[in-house]
């Protein structure tokens, strides 16, 4: 079996469930001792139980001291990919204040200080991969403050990738990808609403975890790809 990334170390935060454990499992099965961290330590030690090769620790992105202490306690590593997104969904007149900062600072600021303070620590060859969405690309009334944010966090990717260099940034950029996150709105509405993505979607299906987690492999493992969002969505921009 290849190991691509054999003796290497992946720090993967975001839950540990859904895109998250799909990029911490599919960089462990491909040779990488993999740190999953995340605000609830407790919460992923049971998820990753039984999961050898995934080590767990604690950052907060929110936090510029626990992604400090983070990277006190890690040393050096080689890859970094951020997961994590506090989503403000909602037209403008219902959009809360503190959930649209909330969503930038998970998810374009986290990202930047965890870059910050990491970056000195990657070893040569490293990389950071962050997440957008197609949100950004595809504007939508009702995601204003999903796009705007996933927007930042993609022109953060090839700032960094400017700045970082020669350690490589790229940006996944999903579409609808059925991970959990649209289970609120109830079985029926969700079976719908991929219904009905699927019938207009290029790709004529729902994305899915391990989607997401091959394309997050293929920017860890292509040393000649970097400042790209790759979209992973199906077609989604087009339609």
């Known amino acids: 079996m290849s190991e691509p990334l054999k003796d290497q170390t992946v720090l993967v935060v975001g839950r540990g469930g859904g895109l998250a454990r799909a990029v911490a499992l599919t960089a462990r099965d491909a040779g990488a001792r993999v740190v999953a961290a995340g605000r609830r330590p407790d919460a992923l030690a049971a998820a990753y139980a039984d ?7 604690t950052v907060d992105l929110t936090d510029e001291r626990s992604i400090i202490s983070l990277g006190e306690r890690l040393g050096t590593l080689d890859h970094v990919v ?7 969904r909602g037209r403008l007149a219902e959009l809360d204040r503190e959930a649209v900062r909330a969503s930038f600072d998970t998810k374009v600021i986290g990202p930047l200080m965890l870059a910050k ?9 490293g990389s950071f991969v962050l997440f957008s969405g197609v ?6 009334v009702g995601t ?11 022109t953060l990717t090839r700032s960094l990738a400017l700045e970082l260099a020669p350690i490589r940034v790229n940006a996944i950029s999903p579409g609808v990808v059925d991970t959990g ?7 029926q509405r969700k079976t719908e609403m991929f219904a009905d993505m699927s019938v207009r979607n290029p790709a004529r299906r729902i994305g899915t975890a391990d989607d997401i987690a091959s394309a997050v492999l293929f920017a860890l493992t292509n040393t000649f790809l970097t400042g790209v969002t790759l979209a992973v969505d199906g077609g989604e921009v087009l339609t």
């Open 51 to 57: 999961e050898p090769g995934i080590t767990v620790d």
């Open 82 to 88: 951020s997961t994590a997104s506090a989503r403000a």
């Open 117 to 125: 303070h990491l970056a000195p620590r990657i070893n040569d060859g």
């Open 135 to 140: 949100a950004a690309f595809k504007i939508a």
């Open 144 to 154: 204003l403050a999903v796009a705007i944010t996933n927007g930042a966090a993609d």
């Open 181 to 187: 996150a649209w289970d609120a709105h109830g079985e």
